[in-house]
């Protein structure tokens, strides 16, 4: 078991023939994922890796049933692929562009919402279920199938989360890398339900970063409806204030979301959170060994 | 990116949003110029940096003369203006904005920033103007009105009638209230802004309202689609080593410690630097070197982090994931060659070809480029360098 995406999950590729959709599309493909076809205005006829190339997600799902699209367009036409994806009716849209303008994520959220499409990202590394699925651009080979669900607003951190639950002699069922962005798609606490109601995941990572307060509305959720355990880091403990730190929406606003106050909510409501990410493996180790 | 108050007051009189008349000045003779050329009695001399509390600080003086307009623009121009947003080496003072004086019979404030957990804009006001909104938030929160504006419906009038009637605005200065809001929420929308504060928002005897003060942000992913807020970009506001390294497409801010980072991916830079202080250190920089990482980029990011003379001890740190780490091993080497790293380096490289990549460094034997074997590990290492253990 899993959650979102599977070995059978269709999935095509918005952006599929330019130069970062064909590269990663190319390692989806080969790590086993099921890209069924891809979108790029005015060369629909094509075949690029192999697969058909259409003009519109309508064609694409049309032909290929499929459900899910990974998005590699440029920042200035994520807004307007996510709206085009949510109209032509595709369930989870993945997002891995950075540099979307947040007005554009706005709307393409509150539309996607609207058709009841599910996103992730943008500006993230995707989402994998070990051994089955990739959509995204994460190393596979890190991800050994196992018990632990991790989310994760970071790309490298969601890697090296995942390698130390694999070090300790556990496994992933599925990552999902939710972005640093503002405005995202998927976050925490749907996450966190999906892995409580699957019966594969017997443990969850979450790594967050100063910024917003996700984190704090996750940790209100665990408290009232996780069982399973949760092992928590925040990045930024030493972050200065008022500074932006690489992704969009990882700044310490006045003084609303530093990591003390995220780290302290958590573990107010049970979370085993870790100081260092160095410690993720042992306490994962540490939580299921209980 | 963060403009100027006169910047913003420019952006403002596009929308129809009323502010005071008034003209940047870059020299004293400039702001006399100014002065004479809006007329009246009382002009207002104010600082452009880029930061709050400037009236605290002595950056903005009333003036009821030419000779005084003189006088303050001589004081005020080359002053280093020290705020409690600036810092305690405060900024140095290159413009200012000569203003004409304004009739005020109250203070407001009227904000528009993302709510992140709405996922929409909220307009906040408050009869609290002229104080620091943080204040007037954590003492006070209820004399903040605040109103999220669903971006796909718009500023409705309900919107501007709960803030006015919040405000407690007598019902001839309601439709007023409604359409300087309106206005400032175009303002917001249309150029893309992150964040807009107008602080005080004046009511006047006669019952207008006129932004005497303006602070604007803008969204950096949407700067591209407008090249004329881009142009309003004030470099000298903007810290120098952070813009270069901009160039090469690296993220950097500087701190206080002498352990160097450079690490790929946001989250993992700052976990790097969390990690340091957790095993006693203290981090010098934030260093994302993006996701290739190529030799170039290296070396770019040693000469970044070696201008700090605190620096003690480079850590880099790279989980390389598409990028494989034997060619990063590669890339650092180069890189020492490109740049003379005198400090301990103590590089730590997990993922794709750990092993090969560890076999490379160990292979070129460098004296002072240490290996580590984890996040953990490497951390110590860096930390105990930086200290000359």
Redesign the interface.
């Known amino acids: 078991m899993s959650i979102l995406v599977n070995k059978d999950t269709k999935v095509i590729v918005q952006g599929f023939t330019g130069k970062e959709g064909t590269f990663?599309a190319e390692?989806c493909l080969a790590y086993g994922t099921q890209i069924v076809g891809g979108v790029t205005p005015n060369k629909g006829g094509q075949t690029h890796l192999g697969k058909p190339v259409f003009n519109t997600v309508q064609e694409a799902i049309d032909a290929t049933d499929a459900t899910v699209s990974m998005i590699f367009v440029p920042?200035?036409f994520v807004g307007d692929a996510v709206m085009e994806a949510a109209d032509a009716g595709i369930e989870l849209a993945v997002i891995i562009t950075e540099?979307?303008?947040?007005?554009?994520m706005?709307?393409a959220?509150?539309?996607a919402v609207k058709n009841g499409m599910k996103t992730i990202g943008p500006n993230c590394p995707g989402i994998i279920t070990a051994e089955e699925c990739k959509i995204g651009?994460?190393?596979g080979?890190?991800f050994k199938k196992g018990n632990v669900g991790l989310i994760?607003?970071?790309?490298?951190?969601t890697?090296?989360g995942a390698?130390q639950v694999c070090n300790v002699g556990y496994g992933i069922t599925t990552a999902v890398g939710i972005g640093?962005d503002?405005?995202i798609g998927l976050s925490y606490i749907q996450l966190l339900k999906m892995f409580e109601e699957d019966p594969q995941t017997e443990a969850i990572v979450m790594?967050g970063?100063?910024?917003?307060?996700?984190e704090i509305?996750a940790a209100t959720y665990i408290k009232e409806n996780v069982t399973k355990p949760v092992v928590a880091?925040i990045?930024?403990?030493?972050?200065?204030k008022g500074?932006r730190?690489?992704?969009?929406?990882?700044i310490i606003s006045?003084?609303a979301g530093t990591?003390a106050e995220k780290m302290e909510a958590l573990e107010k409501a049970g979370v085993a959170v870790v100081?260092?990410?160095?410690?993720i493996g042992e306490k994962v180790k540490e939580v299921l060994s209980k | 990116m963060n403009i100027h108050e006169y910047q913003a007051k420019e952006i403002f009189a596009k929308y129809g949003v009323p502010t005071p008349k008034g003209k940047v000045a870059f020299s004293v003779e400039e702001a006399v110029q100014n002065a004479k050329e809006l007329g009246g009695k009382i002009w207002v001399v104010k600082a452009q940096i880029h930061a709050g509390g400037r009236g605290l600080g002595g950056g903005v003086k009333l003036a009821k003369s030419i000779d005084e307009v003189r006088e303050l623009a001589s004081e005020i121009l080359g002053m280093t203006l020290v705020t409690h947003q600036t810092g305690p080496q405060g900024k140095l003072v290159q413009k200012i904005y000569i203003e004409e004086g304004a009739d005020i019979a109250d203070e407001l404030y009227l904000g528009v920033v993302l709510d992140r957990a709405k996922e929409m804009p909220v307009i906040m006001a408050s009869t609290e103007g002229g104080m620091e909104i943080e204040k007037v938030a954590a003492e006070t929160p209820e004399k903040i009105i605040k109103v999220a504006v669903d971006p796909t419906i718009g500023f409705q009038g309900f919107h501007g009638r709960k803030l006015a009637f919040g405000l407690g605005l007598p019902k001839e200065q309601v439709g007023k209230f409604i359409k300087f809001a309106a206005a400032l929420y175009r303002v917001y929308m249309e150029n893309d802004a992150s964040l807009i504060e107008i602080n005080p928002l004046v009511k006047t005897g006669a019952g207008d309202f006129i932004a005497l003060d303006g602070k604007m942000g803008f969204d950096d992913s949407a700067l591209g689609r407008h090249p004329d807020i881009e142009a309003m970009r004030d470099i000298s506001e903007e810290d120098p080593a952070e813009m270069e390294a901009g160039k090469y497409g690296l993220s950097y801010v500087k701190l206080d410690g002498n352990v160097g980072c450079m690490v790929n991916g946001a989250g993992l830079a700052m976990g790097t630097m969390d990690t340091i202080n957790y095993v006693g250190g203290e981090p010098a920089n934030f260093l994302d070197v993006g996701g290739t990482a190529s030799a170039e980029t290296v070396a770019k990011g040693f000469e970044i982090i070696l201008r700090d003379p605190n620096v003690k001890s480079i850590f880099v740190n790279i989980f390389g994931g598409i990028v494989r780490c034997d060619r990063i091993a590669n890339g650092i080497l180069e890189a020492t060659k490109l740049v003379d790293v005198h400090v301990p380096v103590i590089v730590r490289l997990d993922g794709t070809n750990a092993a090969e990549a560890a076999e490379i460094l160990k292979n070129a034997n460098i004296s002072n480029v240490i290996t580590a074997s984890d996040l953990g590990d490497g951390a110590k290492k860096a930390v105990a360098a930086a200290k000359g253990e």
């Not at chain 1, 540099?99 to 554009?104: E, I």
């Not at chain 1, 994760?152 to 951190?157: N, V």
């Open positions: 990663h390692q920042p200035a540099g979307a303008p947040v007005r554009d706005m709307m959220k509150a539309y651009i994460m190393p080979m890190v994760s607003k970071s790309g490298t951190l890697y090296e390698n640093g503002p405005i790594i970063e100063i910024g917003g307060d996700l509305q880091f990045a930024g403990q030493t972050a200065p500074k730190m690489g992704h969009a929406g990882a006045g003084s990591a100081k260092s990410p160095a410690e």
